[in-house]
């Protein structure tokens, strides 16, 4: 089986500019989960879609946002770009059964740099 | 609220002497505790899980890591280190209250194996 990938690798944008990020689940994983990571901050959660429909959601502000359509892939947006979302942003895919202790295979991510 | 902690950032091993990285959890209810490895520019690779039963669980690559509910704890560990187990690792922690998709990561420990 293909593994998630995700598209693009490498972005560098300019403060106040929109950015949209791509992420394909393995064939047959419903379930589209985001992260963030940076070196401050670690590991966060964005936000998770199942079927089309966002079942959870971290603390972010609301210019980020997602989407996920009906063959699982998933978009996030990122909106009014500050530097500090400058970081490497992970998607993973699950069957995404309940209780959520399937476990989450990851992209290889992409590389946001805000300038 | 559910948290991780990972109270080493660094661990140093030397090849072919047993390694233990630390994680301790909070979490109402049951918690799903995962471990993940990450090698630079990459994605997460997940290397085990305890979800209930036998509170020794084996992954890939020769890990293990042991459950203690009194303690709170998953350590991951393996009995003879290698110089390519050389990463980033995170503890990660789920619940049945989960809507899905959430992990809660640990900070993170940087294990350098030398030769």
């Known amino acids: 089986k293909a593994g998630v990938t995700q598209t693009p690798r490498y972005l560098i944008k300019t403060r106040g500019q929109q950015v949209t990020l791509s992420c394909s689940p393995i064939?047959?994983?419903?379930?589209v989960s985001w992260y963030q990571q940076t070196p401050g901050q670690g590991l966060q959660f964005l936000f998770e879609?199942?079927?089309?429909?966002?079942?959870n959601k971290g603390n972010f502000p609301g210019r980020f946002s997602g989407r996920q359509f009906s063959n699982s892939r998933s978009e996030m947006n990122v909106s009014t770009l500050e530097l500090g979302d400058s970081a490497l942003y992970l998607c993973?895919?699950?069957?995404?059964?309940?209780?959520?202790?399937?476990?989450?295979?990851f992209g290889p991510g992409t590389r946001l740099t805000v300038l | 609220a559910q948290s991780v902690a990972q109270p080493e950032d660094q661990v140093n091993v030397a090849e072919g002497n047993p390694l233990t990285v630390k994680c301790t959890y909070s979490?109402?209810?049951?918690?799903?505790l995962f471990w993940y490895v990450q090698y630079p520019n990459r994605g997460l690779q997940f290397l085990l899980k305890?979800?209930?039963?036998?509170?020794l669980v084996k992954g890939s690559y020769g890990f293990e890591a042991e459950f203690n509910k009194s303690q709170t704890s998953f350590h991951l560990k393996k009995p003879s280190a290698l110089v390519s187990d050389s990463a980033l690792y995170f503890c990660?922690?789920?619940?049945?209250?989960?809507?899905?998709?959430?992990?809660?990561f640990g900070q993170g420990t940087e294990l350098s194996v030398k030769p």
């Open positions: 993973a895919s699950s069957t995404g059964g309940l209780p959520s202790y399937n476990e989450q295979f």
């Open positions: 064939s047959g994983h419903r379930s």
């Open positions: 879609y199942f079927s089309e429909t966002q079942r």
């Open positions: 979490v109402s209810g049951n918690p799903y």
């Open positions: 305890y979800i209930t039963g036998d509170n």
């Open positions: 990660a922690v789920s619940s049945i209250y989960n809507q899905g998709g959430k992990l809660i």
